[in-house]
């Protein structure tokens, strides 16, 4: 029976009467916390089945450590806004910046500048993919992205290389000046440090969040990109406001 019917049942609460309105509250806000326990539950197990799941996930044959879902957004996201260019920092094996790619031919626009500071040998060439080698907060790293990037526009960020939060703070606070009103910054694996996994990881992208948001005005939460109950990237899905800021939803 779901709440509506159980709140009909009840015997003797009068319709529209306070101890009704009451006991809706009470249910759904036991639904709402049996629907967060569930949520909770199957984070746990996807990300704990690694080897199963996000570390055995392929794009064109090509590792993509992403959470499935996450990636289906993604290719929402570029398709709504048709990013010119996308920056990545944190590139592994290219399957992640592949699939980027592939969606960029699917929709005929956009181009990938992806950083790591691990060099591979083998990741995929596309025409859309440039690889760049370096820590994405060194200066000169960053001096040539900016170069790569020019006025082109809307630009797109994805932060998914080292998750400790001063790292993740300070490309926050550089990557952050490249995105175009409108358009994100997406902080991956906020889900860390007990978010609900890894408890014992340590302040990480959640926390790096939560104090580069108090600095500006210019990026909100965008919780819609969260629509599948699972996320790698809870909270993490960065707006940057548009220019007229006529979007009601922006909080
Ligand atoms: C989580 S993996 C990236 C996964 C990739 N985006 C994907 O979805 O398949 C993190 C990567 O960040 C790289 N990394 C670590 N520290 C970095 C830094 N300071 N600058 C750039 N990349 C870094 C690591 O070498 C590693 O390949």
């Known amino acids: 029976m779901g709440t509506p019917d159980l709140i009909r049942n009840a015997p003797g609460l009068r319709r ?9 509250r009470a249910l759904e806000a036991r639904a709402a916390r049996a629907k967060r326990r569930i949520v909770t539950r199957f984070h746990r197990l996807f990300y704990d089945s690694s080897l199963q799941t996000w570390s ?9 450590q992403k959470c499935t879902f996450d990636l289906w957004v993604y290719q929402e996201i570029l398709h709504e806004l048709r990013p ?4 990545e920092c944190g590139t ?34 596309h025409p859309r993919i440039t690889y760049l080698n ?15 990037v020019g006025d082109r526009a809307p630009v797109l960020v994805i932060l998914d290389s080292n998750h400790e939060r001063d790292h993740v703070l300070a490309e926050l606070r550089l990557y952050s000046a490249l ?33 580069f948001l108090p600095e500006t005005d210019e990026f909100f939460v965008d919780r819609d990109r969260e629509k599948f109950f699972l996320t790698f990237n809870p909270g993490g899905y960065l707006r940057r406001r548009s220019a ?8």
């Not at 010119?84 to 920056?87: C, K, L, S």
């Not at 009103?181 to 790096?208: K, M, Q, T």
């Open 244 to 251: 007229d800021r006529e979007r009601g939803s922006q909080t």
């Open 84 to 87: 010119a260019v996308i920056v």
């Open 179 to 211: 995105v175009t009103p409108g358009s994100y910054l997406i902080v991956e694996d906020s889900n860390i440090n007990g978010r609900p996994i890894l408890p014992a990881f340590g302040p990480g992208p959640a926390e790096a969040i939560e104090q």
């Open 16 to 24: 529209g009467s306070l101890a009704r309105r009451a006991a809706r």
């Open 134 to 148: 370096g820590s994405s907060i060194d200066p000169e790293v960053f001096a040539r992205v900016e170069q790569l």
């Open 92 to 125: 592994a094996e290219g399957g992640s910046a592949l699939f980027l790619a592939s969606i960029c031919d699917l929709v005929d626009h956009g181009s990938i500048v992806t950083i790591d500071i691990a060099e591979y040998t083998d990741r995929p060439e």
């Open 56 to 64: 055995n996930t392929r794009w064109l044959g090509v590792g993509a």
